[in-house]
């Protein structure tokens, strides 16, 4: 006789299977929409539409880029989905949302060239010492402020694409947590290499 446990079991197995590769998909997905979103920044003459709808499309293009950041982190992680191209791909297209949208505020002047200066330069040093950190065999999982500094560049890029005020303030502040997040992977290198 088949118990409820197995149905249930059975049907999770089901989904999982047919998960597998949406978070990959959703990454695609997010470099896609990261092409996407610079084009309408730094192309602006090849659109027969006022300036503000293309800033009003670049800003919807980034939130939906945002969103699939979490779903597919959300599915990989709740239906075991993690993958070795997933784990190259989700990073990658972060750094490309990420780089896109703030290559396109500087083109745009409406991005302080120092703060986007200080966030790069963090996430490139820290891409490169989590690398070497997973090499080592260290944990190398975001952290709680990682995540943190995550919405915060995000809320501040989207302020700044809609031209909104506050966009350089909140910019500044997720300055302040990229470094400080920073520092935080710096620590937990250090310290593993004291021992």
């Not at 690398?131 to 700044?160: N, P, R």
């Amino acid at each position: 006789m088949i118990t409820s446990d197995a149905i249930k079991l059975n049907k999770y197995l089901t989904w999982q299977k047919k998960l597998k590769n949406v978070p990959n998909i959703l990454a695609a997905l997010r470099i896609f929409l990261a092409f996407l979103m610079y084009l309408f920044l730094v192309n602006r003459d090849i659109f027969n539409i006022h300036s503000s709808w293309l800033d009003y499309f670049a800003a919807l293009i980034f939130v939906i880029a945002s969103i699939t950041d979490f779903f597919d982190g959300f599915i990989a992680r709740n239906f075991n989905a993690v993958s070795k191209l997933g784990e190259i791909l989700d990073p990658l297209a972060d750094k490309m949302l990420i780089l896109g949208a703030f290559l396109g505020l500087l083109f745009l002047h409406r991005a302080n060239a120092w703060a986007v200066y200080l966030i790069l330069v963090r996430e490139f040093f820290i891409t490169g010492l989590r690398v070497v950190m997973a090499s080592e065999g260290l944990s190398v999982k975001a952290s709680f402020i990682g995540k943190v500094k995550t919405v915060s560049q995000m809320i501040a890029i989207a302020f700044l694409l809609m031209n909104w005020p506050f966009g350089n303030l909140l910019l500044w502040i997720a300055v302040f947590l990229t470094l400080y997040s920073g520092i935080g992977y710096l620590k937990v290198y250090i310290k593993a290499h004291d021992d």
